[in-house]
């Protein structure tokens, strides 16, 4: 069996004592007695006794932990001290039940190393005691002591390569508990790096009434290598408590999150929160300085995939960032300046020359035939609309790549299009080698989308990469304007690209919006499209937030067809709907009727805005391609 160099292990917590920046995350995995209940487990068995009597069981979990990203594996002995395993009878198979729990993970470690070429870390999980201690209970600090330090020592029998290569206190509900652990630890570990975290009530305290800086300070005082919360009441009360802890400790940072809490449903406690909304955690915790990121009760390997991706973008994003930042010799060498604006595109010169814009989208087929969207296309041509917006399978739909119907609209028709681009489908060697060739064959503007999950969608299993977001995306599409790929290297020349994204003035979180948004315009974004706007009051309050760094606007126009349609907006896409607008759509008598009153909206908002952006994007609901131009004013009539 190959072993483990300290060295190896002491990178998980290096990057020096005060700065947070320089430590790479460590992504660990999630909940064990989650999965074995999920497989038959009665919660009246003892879990850790598996180790024992399933273990292919117990390797299996570990098995898809891995194979889903986790760098850090945790052994099933969360329980595997003598107080709670004498409920079972078990209190002389401490060393039993632990060293076995070692070495299922170590073999599942080791596994994986020979198979990815990827180091992974087994981590000896230590749960509390289970018991109330002194002088709340009976038991003395001394006999907490020597049941933490029994276990400690049966997790790192053998040493580096054979025990475990780091130790996980977790899950402490007081800080007389937490001491005897990280004693214990220390006293028959000293050499093992060791993780400590507390779970805390609603309001971000322990379960002793300690706040998280107090408990922060003392745990760092007592000799931990790391602090942090797991457990508790969900990702957001975790990451306040990260957030807390970060002003007081120079130690590296765990958050380990339950995935919410849990709700009975049809006899069943069921966690709630999804493994996406925990991925978009993931990067929360970071951002507020947690090194090491995974999941408690409730997550599975699911979880871990999501947070592995929304880690993985983070990491590609802020990599592209540095691209395009640094100004050293050899970034410059191989630098090219993009063309003007004006002389990449026809949009591009119109948004240069502050002349109104307009644009029409139109979405690609679920088959082959594209003939009705390039007939349309041809239409809006001849009608006068400026280009065609192609989304990239919206809604996280199957269809034709928005870029071969790009291709086909110009080829046949010679009117410029807007090549909608997402993260979600490509790695970001995909998606250099996509851009590349769109410029190659004449593909000039790029609206640059993270992209709708994929369940969303009618293939819900389907996997998303999200390798970058939106603003990574900007940053590649900036760089590849300058000559260089994401790894510095020239080109030759610039793509010429222009480079707009995405804005939602109707969002609920406005504010994350806001901040999202201008990191997109110091990413290079160029101009900005809109989610459909049908309430003008907040695209101006939109537009006057964004005034520090204001790029052109195009407003997003819906025409829209019906009542239901109306409630679809509103009620599925989070689209902020007017109740007026929802009376007057209610308010008709007939399809014809509801078409008819669904373009007078449109059009009156086209022309409320009209003073305030610089263009618009009506779509065509249904293929309804006359019903856009009319909102533009280009022909009087809407077909039936």
């Known amino acids: 069996m190959g072993s483990v160099g300290v060295s190896t292990i002491e990178r998980l917590f290096a990057g020096g004592a005060t700065n947070r920046s320089e430590r790479r995350t460590v992504l660990c995995d999630g909940a064990m007695g989650t999965m074995l209940y999920g497989r038959g487990v009665f919660i009246n068995r003892c879990y850790d006794e598996l180790n024992l009597s399933q273990p292919e069981m117990v390797r299996t979990v570990h098995e898809e932990y891995l194979q889903a990203g986790a760098e850090v594996i945790e052994t099933n ?43 992974a870390f ?17 038991t003395g600090l001394d006999e907490a002591f020597d049941a933490f330090a029994e276990q400690v020592k049966a997790l790192v029998e053998g040493g580096p390569g054979h025990g475990a290569d780091l130790l996980i206190v977790e899950t402490m509900t007081s800080m007389a508990e937490a001491e005897q652990a990280i004693l214990a630890a220390r006293s028959e570990a000293p050499g093992v790096p060791l993780i400590v975290m507390v779970t805390v009530d609603e309001d971000g305290n322990c379960l002793d009434g300690t706040t998280a800086e107090r408990a922060a300070v003392r745990m760092t005082e007592w000799g931990a290598d790391a602090v942090g919360c797991n457990c508790s009441a969900g990702p957001a009360t975790v990451l306040s408590v990260i ?56 997550t599975t390997p699911n979880y871990t995939r999501a ?49 109104f814009v307009t644009l029409v989208e139109i979405v690609s087929p679920k088959g082959i035939d594209c003939t009705k969207e390039i007939e349309g296309a041809a239409q809006l041509h001849a009608l006068g609309v400026d280009a065609i917006n192609v989304p990239d399978s919206p809604r996280a739909s199957a269809r034709m790549s928005a870029q071969s119907l790009c291709v086909q609209i110009q080829q046949h028709v010679g009117i410029e299009t807007v090549l909608h681009y997402t993260c979600r489908d490509r790695n ?11 410029s190659s064959i004449g593909l000039k503007n790029v609206l640059c989308l993270t992209g709708d999950p994929p369940k969303l969608g009618n293939y819900p299993d389907a996997t998303a990469v999200f390798d970058v977001d939106a603003i990574g995306l900007v940053n590649i599409v900036r760089n590849l304007n300058h000559g260089l790929d994401i790894g510095k290297n ?33 990413a290079g974004a160029e101009y900005a499209i809109t989610q459909p706007v049908f309430d003008l009051r907040l695209l101006e309050e939109f537009l006057r937030r964004i005034e520090g760094f204001r790029i052109p606007v195009i407003a997003g126009i819906w ?19 007017p109740e007026e607008i929802m009376a007057r759509m209610g308010a008709t008598t007939s399809p014809e009727a509801a078409r008819a009153e669904g373009v007078k909206i449109a059009q009156e908002m086209l022309e409320k805005a009209r003073g305030t952006v610089q ?24 077909e039936a």
């Open 122 to 138: 087994v981590a000896g999980a230590i749960g509390p005691l289970g018991i109330r201690l002194e002088p709340l209970g009976k």
């Open 490 to 522: 020239s080109i030759g020349e610039s793509t010429g690209f222009t480079i707009s994204v995405a804005a939602n003035p109707g969002v609920p979180d406005i504010e994350n919006e806001i901040r999202r948004f201008a990191f997109k315009v110091e």
């Open 243 to 298: 957030e807390r802890m970060c002003a007081v400790t120079h130690l590296p940072l765990a958050a380990m999150p339950n995935a919410g809490i849990p709700r009975a449903v049809d006899g069943r406690m069921i966690y709630m929160t999804s493994p996406d909304y925990m991925g978009s955690f993931a990067r929360k915790f970071v951002k507020a300085g947690a090194t090491f990121v995974g999941g408690c009760c409730g």
């Open 615 to 638: 263009g618009v994007q009506v779509s065509a609901p249904f293929g309804k391609y006359v019903a856009a131009a009319q909102v533009l004013g280009l022909v009087e009539s809407v």
């Open 307 to 355: 947070m592995k991706s929304a880690l993985r973008a983070m990491d590609a994003q802020e990599t592209a960032v540095s691209v395009v930042v640094q100004s050293t010799a050899d970034d410059r060498k191989g630098k090219v300046e993009p063309p003007p604006l004006a002389d990449r595109s026809k949009i591009g010169s119109k948004i240069a020359a502050g002349e």
């Open 77 to 119: 002995t969360f329980g595997g001290n003598r107080f709670r395993l004498e409920r079972y009878g078990l209190q002389d198979r401490v060393r039993e039940i632990n060293v076995a729990g070692v070495k299922l993970a170590r073999e599942c470690v080791e596994q994986i190393r020979l198979k990815q070429a990827s180091d």
């Open 428 to 438: 970001v060697l995909s998606i250099q080698s996509d851009l590349l060739g769109a």
């Open 559 to 577: 025409p829209l067809t019906s009542l239901r349609n109306a409630e679809f907006m509103k009620n599925d896409l989070r689209v902020s709907m």
